[in-house]
């Protein structure tokens, strides 16, 4: 093994996404890498460590990338896992395989949970190490990394693509670093029609089930039971109470 | 749009899984047709419907299904939308981009746990629906689903490749559908020490560092302490304690 060279520290910024390394250790095909850099950019991390890859990423890798492009420029290459690793203090290792190790794996998402903690210091830089496509990590490797991970799969095909696993695992952290608040709301989405709103809708539709003698006001059954209980899951907008009113306006003239 | 008619059933088994349609709308590469079939199949999924792909998935696509050829033998093709959601009681729409619709949008993760609730039906027909590589779903495909999706994402680069966020909600609808449990033990990992074990261990540890010299019982500072908590966080393993302790034997011998 090489004596251990700092990859270099993170860049000017540094929030939790940056001091984040995503290292891909000696993967063979270049469009992996590729897919890889567009993963994790878009779950908002930037530094990839490549460990002895197989090819620089080239061409392949470069359309995969697929606007990532600056990720993969970016990307370290070294010599080993332990350089890759050199000044974090939390690596978590993911592996489909189960080997004897000095650690009990955790999930995915208790991993990505244990790492954002870690993360909480500011200084603190951390690795999310992914193996070989065909051969995954080496138990040397393995035995680099304080953390080792599984993400949970189907037990008779549970060998993901080194690409999916970043993506999972890079959306684990996200989620595990900074909760994602409210979606963004639908732009022309309404208001909310109040209760008041909704309740003289049902109102004025009672009068109208009523008024055309669809309704038998002594013999109601649970009509209105069941228009509240759509009225309640429509979630109605203010705007659509409205057009529901003139619709019933318009339809009971001929029994006024 | 044609009549819908209806996508065949799910095969003989009525687990939760088996009810759950990938649907993919108008594909442009047979890769991603290929990655995604492995990345549903990863996670226990196995029912693929294509509706109008630009190319049937063939060569490229079996290459990059790795293992999951059946899920690509048995995808169905289709020529709209509603005929792959006919029979479908809940169908989650996912996209990055924002639109007039009529629903608010949920986080992959809430949208997943509320599949997962319907799923609770064992008759319920499910589906997570998937749009064009560049231009994503119409507005008239979104219009069909009964709910919206976004998977949480770097706001300036928020565009997964189509196999990953399949990968993405097949890994949190497995997730909301099945908990995974205790994550598999590390094969010959021993015993956690009992208490008692790594009590005795420290007061060896103690008498050694006394009778050694290294330690000053007048003044004994922090080193049980620090020792102590060391311990708590190896969460050491009854042989370990056991090798420990036959250390601790081998160099207090010359001070006994």
């Known amino acids: 093994m090489n004596t251990p060279i700092a990859v270099s520290p993170a860049p ?100 990505a949970g244990e790492m954002a903690l870690t993360l909480g210091d500011p200084d603190a830089e951390v690795a999310l190490v992914f193996g070989n496509e065909s051969a995954g990590l080496s138990n040397e490797e393995l035995s680099l990394c304080s953390r080792w991970a599984m993400i949970p799969a ?11 696993a970043v993506q999972l695992m890079c959306y684990e952290l996200r989620l595990a670093v900074a909760a994602p608040g409210a979606p963004p709301a639908v732009p022309d989405a309404g208001e909310i029609a109040t209760h008041e709103d909704v309740e003289r809708l049902l109102a004025h539709l009672q009068q109208v089930a009523v008024e055309s003698e669809f309704l038998d006001p002594a013999n109601p059954k649970r009509f209105m039971v069941r228009m509240r209980r759509a009225a309640a899951r429509a979630r109605l907008e203010r705007e659509e109470v409205a057009i529901f009113r003139g619709l019933l306006s318009a339809v009971e003239k001929p029994f006024k």
């Open 154 to 164: 189907n037990p008779e095909f549970s060998s993901l693509n080194v690409a999916s």
């Open 12 to 111: 000017t910024s540094r929030t939790a996404f940056s001091r984040v390394r995503i290292v891909l250790c000696q993967t063979s095909h270049p469009g992996n890498i590729g897919s890889a850099a567009r993963a994790l950019k878009t779950m908002g991390f930037s530094r990839l460590v490549l460990v002895r890859p197989r090819h620089r990423p080239e061409e392949q890798a470069i359309a995969l990338a697929a606007g990532a492009t600056d990720v993969l420029d970016n990307a370290q290459i070294v010599e080993s896992l332990s350089e890759a690793l050199a000044g974090t203090r939390h690596a978590v290792a993911l592996t489909a395989r189960r080997r004897e190790l000095a650690v009990a794996p955790l999930w995915a998402r208790e991993a």
